[in-house]
Every structure is written in C-alpha cells, then in structure tokens.
C-alpha cells in the first residue's frame, strides 16, 4: 500500500489489521508462560483476529461489505444500488454497523455468505468456544475495582480454536490474497505457529489432544 499523503494519518485494510492482531498474539502468546498479564491482551488480540478473518472472507467480491452487515443496513444499501444508486447515498456505506464477532463466525460457516471451499466448517465446538473467548474479552475490556481472577488453563483451548478458524480462513483457503499484501500468508501461519506451539507448551494442556 503506498504511503498516504498526509505524514500523520495512518492507514489500513483489513487484511492488514488481520496480520497485525495475528502476529501481536504470537509475541503475547510467546511470553505468556512467564508474564500472567499478557493472556488478557492475548485474549483480546486473538477475538480481533478471528473478527478480521471474518471479515476479509466476508467482504471479498462485496463492494459495500454488504455480507458483514446488519439486516437493516443490508437491504438499505441493496435497495439503493439496486435502484441504480438514484437518490442518497446510504448512511449505512458511511457508517456500516457489523454484526457481532459470533455472527460473523456464523456468517463465515454460512454457504450464503461464504461458498465451499472457502467457507468456514463450523461445529458446536467450535462455535461455543469462540462465544466464551468473545465473552472473555468482553470481561477483560471492562473495568473492574476487583480486578479479575482467572484459572489460565481454561484459556488455552479456546486460543487453539481462533487459531483454527484464523488458519482456514487465512492460510488453507483465503479467498482475499489479491487484497492482501506480499507474504501475507506465509507471516500469517508463521505466526500461528508459535501461538499453537506456546499454547499447546503450557503447563495442563494435552499436546495429543489440544485441551
């Protein structure tokens, strides 16, 4: 992506921001055994990780990023273009309101939204766990007087399976590389890698069975 023309405005993508939360877990992910505060931040990264997965498969081939949206904002921004764009622009192009990370995941397993192979094979397991990361990094990104108090090795598992959804969506079927810049997903899966490994490492997992 070239630079852009004011010095102090930062720009993005999507897929950027995939790579960057991906590759900020793994150096999380990689200190976390000694460094108890850095599960929290990894928690966090790894929620955005899967959300921007999502979304890079969502919005490839949708102009508006109509896939990601809201039910509203979609038929608002379909009836327009159907309608030859005449009148307004919607509000909604502007000011889209996606869906929550769980439909996200949801729409990513979904054959409407996303065709096979790029689709996302979904099950309970993974859906639920994925639900209890997301909730945890709601938990984490409120303020508490208390602080919190949390057994790690529940946390483990859940990380292996955002990785697993990361993986296909990124690295064994991405469907949005044009877009995506140079070596995306080799970094991609080399920062997997070691969140796979630090997380499969810690003290009560079971290397065979990931849990």
């Not at 505060?37 to 959300?51: D, E, F, K, P, S």
């Not at 949206?69 to 764009?85: H, L």
């Not at 044009?178 to 796979?196: F, M, S, T």
Request: with cysteine; proline share 8%; aromatic share 8%.
């Amino acid at each position: 992506m070239s630079q852009p023309s004011f010095p102090h405005h930062f720009q993005t993508t999507q897929p950027r921001e995939l790579l960057a939360c991906i590759e900020h877990a793994a150096e999380l992910a990689a200190k976390a055994a000694e460094d108890h505060g850095a599960w929290r931040w990894l928690v966090i990264a790894m929620t955005l990780a899967v959300q921007n997965a999502c979304l890079c498969a969502l919005d490839h081939g949708d102009e508006y990023g109509t896939k990601a949206m809201t039910r509203t904002d979609a038929r608002e921004v379909k009836r327009w273009t159907t309608n030859g764009r005449r009148g307004p622009e919607p509000f909604a192009i502007r000011e889209p309101r996606i869906v929550s990370p769980l439909e996200l995941l949801r729409r990513a397993g979904d054959p409407y939204f996303l065709r096979p192979p790029y689709q996302l094979p979904l099950n309970r397991k993974v859906t639920e766990a994925f639900d209890d990361l997301a909730d945890l990094r709601n938990t984490f990104l409120h303020f508490s007087e208390d602080g919190w108090t949390i057994d790690l090795r529940e946390i483990p598992p859940l990380v292996l399976v955002a990785c697993d959804v990361v993986r296909h969506l990124a690295v064994t079927q991405p469907i949005y590389l044009r877009h995506a810049g140079p070596r995306h997903r080799e970094r991609v899966a080399a920062a997997l890698d070691v969140i796979e490994n630090a997380m499969l490492s810690y003290p009560g997992m079971d290397p065979s069975t990931g849990a």
